[in-house]
């Protein structure tokens, strides 16, 4: 069992940067992958990012492609996201995740946080 822990959330205005971290309660050489997924109010989770741990190949959404960052620290067993040029339709609750098989494509990922707000105004 995996437990993920997110922070680094909060409120910022837009055009704005905010860092969120992960930290995953063991080491992540048995997850395959690690992500970063989103929520806003009635709207569907989405996929932010993720990253391949093994290689450390990376996909973004086209939505924040370019002004986000997804980067891992294997030593400290730890996954961060940094965002930039924040906007509005940012606004979201962020979840870590991971999984331990298959495709990082997938949704069903095996482990969650608990999620990190982040709330950026216009």
């Known amino acids: 069992q995996v437990q993920l822990v997110e922070s680094g959330g909060g409120s910022v205005q837009a055009g704005g940067s905010l860092r969120l971290s992960c930290a995953a309660s063991?080491?992540?050489?048995?997850?395959?992958?690690m992500g970063w997924f989103r929520q806003a109010p009635g709207k569907e989770r989405e996929r932010v990012a993720h990253?391949?741990?093994?290689?450390?190949?990376?996909y973004y959404a086209d939505s924040v492609k370019g002004r986000f960052t997804i980067s891992q620290d294997k030593a400290k067993n730890t996954l961060d996201l940094q965002m930039n040029s924040l906007a509005p339709e940012d606004t979201a609750m962020y979840y870590c995740?991971?999984?331990?098989?298959?495709?990082?494509?997938?949704?069903?990922?095996?482990?969650w946080g608990q999620g990190t707000q982040v709330t950026v105004s216009s």
């Open positions: 995740a991971a999984r331990s098989g298959g495709n990082c494509f997938q949704s069903d990922y095996n482990y």
């Open positions: 063991r080491s992540s050489s048995r997850l395959i992958c």
């Open positions: 990253i391949y741990t093994f290689v450390g190949s990376t």
